[in-house]
């Protein structure tokens, strides 16, 4: 992948992820994990990268929260049982009824909340100064740990290599995909078991 286009997706999906609902199908630290493995191979600054996820969190969680000003409630509606479970509307809905602005802040680490919890703040009336300085901080907070974990697993695998040679690697690499394999196939049982 050309450094230009990743630095696009780095801003890109995180954008998309709340706003169009994108991270139920690929959700965004993907991609930023794979900038800060570029920018560990210098074909990219860090900076950048982190600057890059964050102003595309910070702006899409800004959009997902309007479209839920305006329109939540008939997309929710649309999207129960398709992609999302009613149960889990209303877990976050409740979440972030207890939470508030710390919720915004939590939600932004996991997946399935970073996702729905800007479209329940708007539709719950959360104003919109008090959304926008937490997902500042949960945009942000979560950019640079992200970003940061790309950078030390480019740091990891080049200690690996010069240590343990090409049979080392090679041997690690297949490690590394079984238990991806693992975690995918627990995450996709769970997700059918839901359904």
Request: glycine share 12%; hydrophobic share 55%; net charge positive.
């Amino acid at each position: 992948m050309s450094p230009p286009l990743a630095l696009a997706l780095v801003f890109l999906l995180p954008a998309l992820e709340a706003s169009v609902f994108v991270g139920f199908i690929f959700p965004g630290e993907t991609v930023v994990i794979l900038g800060g493995v570029l920018a560990f191979e210098h074909k990219l600054p860090l900076w950048l990268v982190m600057v890059s996820a964050s102003s595309g969190a910070i702006i899409g969680d800004s959009v997902g929260y309007f479209v839920g000003v305006k329109f939540g409630h008939r997309i929710l509606e649309k999207a129960s049982g398709r992609l999302i479970k009613p149960k889990r509307v209303h877990q976050v809905t409740e979440f972030i009824a207890k939470r508030g602005a710390i919720g915004v802040v939590i939600g932004r680490f996991t997946t399935v909340l970073r996702v729905l919890v800007p479209g329940v703040a708007g539709m719950s009336d959360m104003p919109y100064v008090k959304f926008l300085i937490s997902n500042v901080i949960g945009g942000v907070g979560w950019a640079v740990l992200y970003s940061y974990l790309g950078y030390s697993a480019g740091t990891s695998f080049a200690a690996v290599e010069r240590t343990a040679g090409t049979t080392g690697v090679i041997v690690f690499a297949a490690v590394v995909a079984v238990v991806g394999v693992y975690f995918l196939f627990r995450y996709v049982r769970e997700f059918a078991k839901e359904k």
